[in-house]
């Protein structure tokens, strides 16, 4: 997929550092979805991180890993478990590109989070705004000034219900509040009928509104620091 994303850039005549675009690699979330792992880590490093080498090569700003915590949520973990899980998975994509010969100023700047958003307001604020000090650590540990990274939110998929499903679009606006409030950089709301299958149109546009609505009625953007 991403060797077509980069053709399909050529092609249209794009340079590609003007393309505003995270590829989000993520090994290891997938093999937690599923289960399995199509080969050993000591294997799919090289190909991970020389795949990332030559899209930075070609021009392309990243960034390309990405700390998911969703997998952990979804399958029922707490808040702490999966900042845990993310964080690792950050850390360990941080080690196998510098061992990959990046310096660890690139390898550090080619990494962001996805973190699930539910209903419960405070402890989601306080995810999303976790995720940035613990990650600040980890750059302080390895000799290097913190940068504001890149955290993607995603309204959490085990909060969804079947009955009632209009419910959903409560949730999911609770959701993306807290997940504004705690600086998530970007949110991406779940169709409200996504547990009933594939959404109709009607579901995805109130998804596609919902922060809209939040940003223009409550005004969330004209605050420096709603959690405050």
Known sequence: AAVLVANHVKARGLAPSSVNIRFGFDPFGAMATRGVAPKPWSELAPEVTGLISNLASQGFNGPFCIGDGRPVHA???????????????????????????MSIEDARRFIFFRLAADQDQFLTIAKFRAIRNLWARVEEACGLEPSRTFVEGETAWRMMTKRDPHGNIVRGTIATLAAAVGGADAVTVLPFSAALGIPDPFARRIARNTQTILIEEANLHRVADPAA
């Open 75 to 101: 399958a029922g973990g707490s808040e702490a478990q999966e900042l845990a899980f993310a964080l690792a998975h950050a850390v360990t994509y941080l080690r196998a590109l510098e061992a990959h010969g």
